[in-house]
């Protein structure tokens, strides 16, 4: 099998996805109730989140419409009214996004040459004159655990805690390692290892989060970023092992990285506790008692059908083929790439389009077989690139507040959840000071108790999840903002972006 090139080149419609903060620090906001658009929102929520559509784009600057989630467009009138609908032409809704060195935005209005601005409230197109009122600062609104990849070195930045560095250097996104977390705080991002150390401007990585380790962020669109000390120096990789470090010289655009949600990857157990994994590039067996880098597969899939691809580190997916065996040789849109998933208690079974369930045969090898599903259909299934878990519901992210004894579920920023597995699909829940997560008789929760408790996780999506807690019902976004286990079902908001 020839190599295939590990990146996909079309961003997801979540890499498009930005806020726009004001030079009072607030949000471009999507004021669904009011018919209007205004920018006094202090956090970045889905009133805050904006889909960047492009038409054109040149080097500093280029053409485009702001859509919200609900569908409308960010529309300019000629009377320097600013409201959101759908375009009356072809021009309607159209700015010219300029790009600052700064690494702030100016939106421009195509029809009457007016500068999108804010009063800190209000929203409106009046000026021609460019100001610093003008001036917006575009926040990627993706999930804040993420992958930096280089498209002109094609790979991965990893974390090595071992000697403090991050190389770019993985062509394969499958470590922990790989992942990052992104902090903003006050204009600036911190980026955070898996082990929770953070990027600073020496080379080195630090131990906490200072102004040694605030960046500022340039974003183009289609997720493209670059990270800058503000002084002149900017991140990319150096020398002949891609150390990432600040520098003066970048070349070729060696600064630019394709900034893109953490994948999930895990692993799969066989009823008889071996690995499944790819042998000789291709072939498929239940046989390996240790976990490697072929034992290691991207979760993809579709929340809507509950169809689910296995994507190998070799590039390629996991396909039945004749004599209903399974190899890892499939291409993307390959139907027989397809499997439709099925939970019991955080073990997963897996059927192929023909309508049989995957199963091990007595040589290990992994087949289509079974019409009914019996034990050696059932796959022990873990996270194999989380150490934790970084939970973003319908209201924000799960976490602790100094004001609030309880665990929330609509912060700005998440708290990091750390996953001790015990069985196959069930995991410990505990906080960054080690600490467990502690459940009330009114299904609320503490993160400062002493015993382990058992949380079932079950993937619902390529980066969802949803997780039955000890009293037998599912964790649920409360509009109060509080984390509530008290779903007999699956509800919107039991599903949980990670």
Same mark, same amino acid.
């Given at each position: 099998v020839e190599e295939m090139e590990w990146m996909q080149r079309r961003p997801k419609s979540e890499d498009l996805r930005i806020g726009l903060i004001s030079w009072a620090g607030t949000y471009l906001t999507f004021e669904a109730y009011k018919n209007t658009v205004t920018a006094a929102a202090k956090g970045l929520g889905k009133k805050q989140t904006w889909e960047l559509l492009v038409s054109n784009e040149h080097e500093s600057q280029a053409v485009v419409r702001l859509r919200s989630l609900q569908g409308l467009y960010l529309l300019s009138e000629g009377d320097g009214s600013v409201g959101y609908g759908q375009p009356r032409s072809s021009h309607h809704g159209c700015f010219l996004l300029r790009f600052h060195r700064n690494g702030?935005?100016?939106?421009?209005?195509?029809?009457?040459?007016?500068?999108l601005e804010s009063d800190g409230e209000d929203v409106f197109c009046n000026s021609r004159v460019l100001s610093a009122y003008h001036m917006w600062a575009p926040r990627p609104a993706l999930h804040v655990h993420v992958t930096l990849y280089s498209p002109l070195n094609h790979c991965y930045a990893r974390a090595d805690p071992t000697v403090g560095r991050v190389w770019v250097d993985a062509p394969v996104p499958c470590l922990e390692e790989c992942g990052f977390l992104l902090h903003f705080q006050d204009g600036c991002y911190h980026v955070e290892t898996s082990t929770h150390l953070f990027l600073s401007h020496l080379d080195r990585l630090a131990s906490q989060p200072s102004s040694q380790t605030a960046f500022h962020m340039q974003v183009r669109p289609g997720g493209l970023v670059a990270l800058s000390d503000g002084e002149g120096g900017m991140l990319y990789p150096q020398g002949a092992r891609l150390l990432l470090g600040l520098g003066s010289g970048p070349h070729r655009g060696e600064e630019w990285f394709i900034l893109q949600h953490c994948p999930a990857w895990v692993s799969l157990k066989s009823k008889a506790r071996k690995f499944i994994s790819v042998?000789?590039?291709v072939e498929v067996y239940a046989a390996s008692e240790r976990l490697t880098q072929m034992s290691l597969f991207q979760f993809e899939c579709n929340k809507e059908s509950s169809t689910l691809q296995l994507r190998s580190a070799n590039g390629y997916y996991l396909v039945q083929r004749h004599h209903r065996t399974v190899m890892a040789d499939g291409h993307p849109l390959e139907s027989d790439t397809f499997f439709r998933m099925h939970w019991n208690c955080g073990r997963i079974m897996l059927q192929s389009s023909n309508g049989r369930f995957l199963g091990v045969m007595a040589n290990g090898l992994l087949v289509a077989n079974a019409t009914i599903p019996g034990p050696t259909e059932e796959f022990?299934?873990? &996270? $194999?690139?989380?150490? +934790?878990?970084?939970l973003r519901? #319908?209201? /924000?992210?799960?976490?602790?507040? =100094? %004001?609030?004894?309880?665990?929330?579920?609509?912060?700005?920023?998440?708290?990091c959840i750390h996953l001790l597995p015990c069985r196959q699909g069930i995991y410990h829940f505990q906080a960054q000071d080690g600490s467990f997560w502690s459940i009330t008789s009114f299904g609320t929760f503490r993160p400062w108790g002493k015993f382990a408790l058992?949380?079932?996780?079950?993937?619902?999506?390529?980066?969802?999840?949803?997780? &039955? $807690?000890?009293?037998? +019902?599912?964790?649920?976004?409360? #509009?109060? /903002?509080?984390?509530?286990?008290? =779903? %007999?079902?699956?509800?919107?908001e039991c599903i949980w972006e990670f």
């Open positions: 702030k935005w100016t939106l421009q209005c195509i029809i009457t040459g007016r500068y042998f000789y590039d022990g299934i873990r &996270l $194999a690139n989380r150490p +934790f878990l970084a519901g #319908r209201y /924000g992210y799960v976490g602790t507040s =100094s %004001e609030h004894d309880l665990v929330r579920c609509n912060l700005d920023q998440p708290d058992n949380f079932c996780i079950e993937l619902q999506g390529s980066n969802l999840l949803t997780v &039955l $807690a000890p009293n037998g +019902f599912y964790l649920r976004a409360d #509009r109060s /903002g509080t984390l509530l286990a008290d =779903s %007999e079902g699956i509800t919107k």
